[in-house]
C-alpha cells in the first residue's frame, strides 16, 4: 500500500513521510479513526515506506522487493495481529484470509473481517495466544529490512490480555515498531495507552470519497456523489454502497412497502425469510438506504420539487409512494427504521426482527396507529 493509495489524509501523509525520512518514528503509536477513515490504510502505507529501499521523496517506490512484498502482506518484518475466533488460535491461523480480504478491500470494517472468517455473530478478540505469539516473534532479528514492524488492528479487543504486551512495548527490542490502529479510545487499557504516541485520524470529507470512489472503483460521477453524501466519512462504506447498486435497494424497497400495504402474511413472511438470507451487512446499507429514502421522499411530498436526492430509478419509485405514504406517516417510519437499524447492529435475529417490522409498517401503512 503506497501512500498514493491512501485517501484524502494529505497533511498527515506529508508529516509521516518528514517523520520517516528523518528517522524519528515514535517506537509505538496509536493511529485512531472511525472505521472507514483509512487508519488500517495508513499504517500499512506508514510500514511500506519504512521498508521500501528505494524511497521517493513523497511516497514508497512500489516497485522494490520490499515494496512488493509488503503490497501482498507477504513481507516477513511486517507482521499483523487482529481479532480473530475460536480458541487455541492466532492471527497466523487466519493470514491467508486475512490477505485475501484486506487486499481486496483496503477499508474493510470489523463486521466485514468476521464475515470473512465466518464469524458473524460472534464477537472477535485479540486472545492469549496471539499475545504469547507476538511476544515470540517480535523477539526474534528482522529477516530483510533494519526494522520489524507490527500493526495491531483494533486493539481494543485485546481486553486485559493486553497487559501481556505492556512490557514489551515500553521496551521494545532495536528497530521494532509498533503501530496500534484503533477506533475507539476508550475501550482501549490506559496501560497501553500512555505507552503509545495518539495520531487521529479524521473521516473523511465528502470531495475525498467522491475523487476517491471515482479513480480507485471506477465509480461514475454522479453515483460516487450520492454515495459520498450517505456514507459520513466512511470510505468502505461508500465503496460498499457504490456496490449495492442504489437502483437494487429502490426495487427491494419498494417491494417491502408494497407488501407491507397489502399485508398478505405469506407475502410477507417469503419477503423477510429471502430478507434475512441476504447478511447483515446488506440489511444495514439497505437500512441506510431507506432511511436516505425517507428523507429525499419527506422533501418531494413538502416541495412536491422533484430535483432531491434520488435516481430516475429512484425517483420513480417515490413518486409511487406518494400515492401511499401520507406525510405524517413518514416520521414514523423514520422513528421505526432508525429503530431497526439500532437492532441490526446488535445482532438482533433478522427474521423476527423484520417480521415485527413489516407488521408494524403493514399497522402504519393501514393508518391504524398514529403515534
Ligand atoms: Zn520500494
Known amino acids: 500500500m ?6 484524502g489524509q494529505t497533511q498527515l501523509k506529508k508529516a509521516f513521510i518528514q517523520q520517516i525520512n528523518a528517522d524519528r518514528m515514535p517506537h509505538a503509536q496509536l493511529f485512531l479513526g472511525a472505521s472507514g477513515s483509512g487508519s488500517l490504510a495508513v499504517a500499512r502505507a506508514f510500514a511500506q515506506y519504512v521498508l521500501c529501499t528505494n524511497r521517493q521523496a513523497n511516497d514508497a517506490c512500489g516497485q522494490c522487493r520490499a515494496c512488493s512484498k509488503a503490497g501482498k502482506l507477504v513481507h516477513p518484518d511486517l507482521h499483523f495481529s487482529f481479532p ?3 480458541s487455541k488460535v492466532t492471527s497466523d491461523t487466519f493470514l491467508p484470509q486475512w490477505r485475501e480480504t484486506l487486499l481486496s478491500n483496503p477499508y474493510m470494517n470489523y463486521n466485514q473481517w468476521l464475515n470473512a472468517i465466518g464469524a458473524e455473530n460472534k464477537q472477535g478478540n485479540i486472545n492469549k495466544d496471539e499475545c504469547v505469539n507476538i511476544i515470540k516473534k517480535m523477539s526474534l532479528k528482522a529477516f530483510e529490512s533494519p526494522y520489524k514492524i507490527l500493526i495491531i488492528w483494533l486493539p481494543e479487543l485485546l481486553g486485559k490480555e493486553g497487559n501481556r504486551l505492556l512490557k514489551l512495548i515500553e521496551e521494545p527490542p532495536e528497530n521494532t515498531l509498533f503501530i496500534l490502529v484503533a477506533e475507539n479510545q476508550e475501550l482501549i487499557l490506559n496501560t497501553i495507552l500512555s505507552r503509545c504516541q495518539l495520531t487521529k485520524i479524521h473521516p473523511l470529507n465528502d470531495d475525498e470519497i467522491v475523487n476517491g470512489l471515482m479513480q480507485q472503483a471506477q465509480v461514475s460521477s454522479d453515483m460516487a456523489q450520492k454515495v459520498a453524501h450517505l456514507s459520513n466519512g466512511d470510505f468502505g462504506e461508500a465503496l460498499s454502497l457504490s456496490q ?10 419498494l ?3 408494497r407488501k407491507c400495504y397489502i399485508g398478505k402474511p405469506n407475502e410477507l413472511v417469503a419477503w423477510v425469510e429471502a430478507f434475512a438470507k441476504l447478511g447483515r451487512e446488506r440489511q444495514k446499507y439497505f437500512l441506510r438506504y431507506a432511511l436516505h429514502f425517507m428523507r429525499e421522499y419527506m422533501l418531494l411530498k413538502l416541495t412536491g420539487n ?12 417515490a413518486q409511487n409512494l406518494t400515492k401511499v405514504i401520507e406525510f405524517n406517516q413518514i416520521e414514523t417510519i423514520t422513528s421505526l427504521l432508525n429503530d431497526v437499524t439500532y437492532y441490526v447492529e446488535r445482532n438482533a ?5 423484520f417480521l415485527d417490522t413489516s407488521i408494524r409498517l403493514n399497522k402504519i401503512l393501514k393508518k391504524k396507529v398514529i403515534v
Open 84 to 86: 480473530t475466533v475460536g
Open 255 to 257: 417491494d417491502w412497502m
Open 306 to 317: 422533484a430535483n432531491v436526492r434520488l435516481l430516475d430509478k429512484e425517483l420513480a419509485t
Open 2 to 7: 503506497q501512500f498514493n493509495k491512501v485517501i
Open 349 to 353: 435475529n433478522a427474521k423476527v426482527l
Open 244 to 253: 449495492h447498486q442504489e437502483s437494487e435497494n429502490a426495487e427491494l424497497f
